[in-house]
């Protein structure tokens, strides 16, 4: 009878703690989980992302390296062997790195081959948090601990009582230099590893401090050790230093690193750690979290989605990187990876614009407005010293995906209210990337000819992915119109814009009701199978891409017969089931896959080009059928756990879509001032906005069965909208959402209600 009783209450307070609601979070970092998405590999990702161990929007981050040199893959959660700790810029296993080295500690010889030095660890002996990593490495019998700043970085090993310790500093090949001065405690070298992006001249340069003399030194040529080499000038450079240590002796490491000189890394690492304690470095980092974390503070959701919450910020706040550094007079200043040059002024560097236009950035203007001013000035110089803004920048150009986005980053940011930067000068850049072919194929507008003389690019003049290019230009071309409207352009320009904003009705197919690519000659391309992945299209099919009509989805609703036929078009991307045709790829790539597992149909939340489709009810009369899809890809699709994404996590775009939604709306059009209404996930969310106004949206009654929005109250009048404009909500106040179990099926069924259209706004 006691055993039972025992198990009663035990599982009584299981119950208590699934069910247990989290009233206030006072400590927002400590709720992230920084291996959220690192159970991932090629052919499946669950996020594709690593631990960064930085600050927010930092130059360098930091990271355990499980993965061979040049693996794109650095970290994995399966794996269960570390290589080195890394400096890394890496915006995603599939652009790889750029300016990397490693540092890893080792006892019992001078072992400097990669998987030679490699030491199994568990992640029951892991502490991972943004600000603070540690880590037990078993062979070596060593702790090492990381503690970041914004260019610089504490590193502590606690060594075992060995005549044989050592640290091993890989430059990583691919031409590499070291050189290790005992005298000063101090290693020095470079790296020009990257994937692209950087002109001839690439390099980073680190400096490496250590405060404990090293009795031993060799440096390594490729595969040859030199013992009692101090320097090394190779395809593959590195060094080892050696000396004796005691049970529990903690060995420190002061390292910065610059892409402009050893000087100016010297001067980061002076100015960002100087004489602080390891403890001092790692609590400045927390405290530069929670500055930013603290801006949304959510009550009432339970402890997963609170995890989950922060969790994404987290990676919200890291991307894109700093790409500026400060010189010793505290002179803002960067090498340009156009150019080669050192030249003033701000840079960022690791984002994909046909990622993150649609959630990401338009978070930054609602809730970091300052640091996207940064960003606009950044993008100035990209245009000014590469010729061209980038569409994915790592660091300079890469010739990647697809679009004109940029334009949508640009507009979004000026009619969101940010100034003091030369916008007339980035309109300019607008127009030229709009109106001519870049230097590769993802910068400007490949196939711009066509699309300006036909209205569409051509399904066979053999310009890949050519239904995609012509939806997301006719989309940029409005965000274009949008901002020469606010700066006072030409009529006959602005006109221009608005035509081509149209274009996407170029490609819509009456009999499918779909988006279909189209021969030089009009006629449609055939055969047409709706489910083929790639071809025409962009990581997804014309059953994801017939909705990128951000601008105009009552132009779109018409082309497909109105309300009725519009709302059972969306039910049909759930109901189907998750065909596909690979044919295009010759093999199922992961977003295939990633949209075949999640049993919701042709829904692809694991990527970008679907991801704002679920508000689209909000457009036809039936906005509870948004709020039951948004809660329920929020349930099911995100967790903060190591398999918690559905796919790429991408630069904080998929993070972006889930803190928007929680929040209650979502940027369905960028370029407009208008957010979509959907279904709020905690009982009370209070933002902090740059203004130092306050927001703070209610929803009391909202739970996992009261997910329908019965009726929303701005500052206490009733309000009757399906979306709410960005320049009210800066005003702060509060937004009450009234929740309840089952639809509400009057509230926002009228045209009155509905968002923006561009068809509907002349």
Known sequence: MKKLIQFVVALACINSTIGQVVTSVADPVEWINPLMGTDSKGSLSNG???????VPWGMNFWMPQTGNMGNGWAYTYSSDKIRGFKQTHQPSPWMNDYGQFAIMPITGGAKFKQDDRASWFSHKAETAKPYYYSVYLADWDITTEIAPTERAAQFRFTFPQNDSSFITIDAFDKG??????????????????????????????FVIYIDKPFTVTYTWKDSVLVKGGTESA???????????????????????????????ADISLKREVGTDAFDVTKNKAKAAWNKQLNRILVEGGSIDQTRTFYSCLYRMLQFPQKHYELDAAGKIIHYSPYNGQVLPGYMF???????????????????????????????????????????????????????????????DAYIKGLRGYDINKLYEALLHGANNEGPMTAVGRAGVKYYNELGYVPYDVKINENAARTLEYAYDDFTIYQLGKALGRPKEELDLYAKRSQNFRNLFDPETKLMRGKNQDGKFQSPFNPFKWGDAFTEGNSWHYSWSVFHDIEGLKKLMGGDKMFVGMLDSVFSMPPVFDESYYGGVIHEIREMQIMNMGQYAHGNQPIQHMIYLYNYAGEPWKTQYWVRRVMEQLYKAT????????????????????????????????????????????????????????????????NKYVQQVKRNGVVYTKNWVDHFDLFKGGTLDFNMGSTPNKTRGTTPDAFPYSYSTSK
């Open 48 to 54: 594709n992302t690593y631990p960064a161990i930085a």
């Open 176 to 205: 590499s230099y070291v050189k290790v001065i005992p005298e000063e405690r101090k290693i020095i070298g470079y790296t020009t590893r990257n994937s692209g992006g950087v002109p001839a001249n690439f390099k980073n340069y």
């Open 234 to 264: 190779t395809r593959h450079a590195g060094a080892v230093i050696g000396f004796k240590t005691t049970r529990g002796e903690k060995v420190s490491l002061r390292v910065a690193s610059s892409f402009i000189s050893y000087e100016q």
């Open 349 to 411: 560097a690791g984002t994909g614009f046909w990622d993150t236009f649609r959630a990401l950035y338009p978070f930054l203007n609602f809730m970091f407005p300052a640091i996207n001013k940064e960003m606009q000035e950044g993008l100035l110089n990209d245009y000014k010293e590469g010729g061209f803004l980038p569409e994915w920048s790592s660091p300079g150009f890469r010739s990647v995906m697809v679009g004109n986005n940029s334009a949508s980053v640009v507009a």
């Open 642 to 705: 190591p398999d918690g994404y559905c796919g790429d996590e991408d630069n904080g775009q998929t993070s972006a879509w889930y803190v928007f939604s929680a929040m209650g709306f979502y940027p369905v059009c960028p370029g407009t001032t208008q957010y979509v209404l959907g279904t709020p996930l905690f009982k009370k969310m209070t933002l902090t906005l740059d203004n130092g106004k306050k927001l703070v949206i209610n929803a009391p009654a909202s739970s996992d069965a």
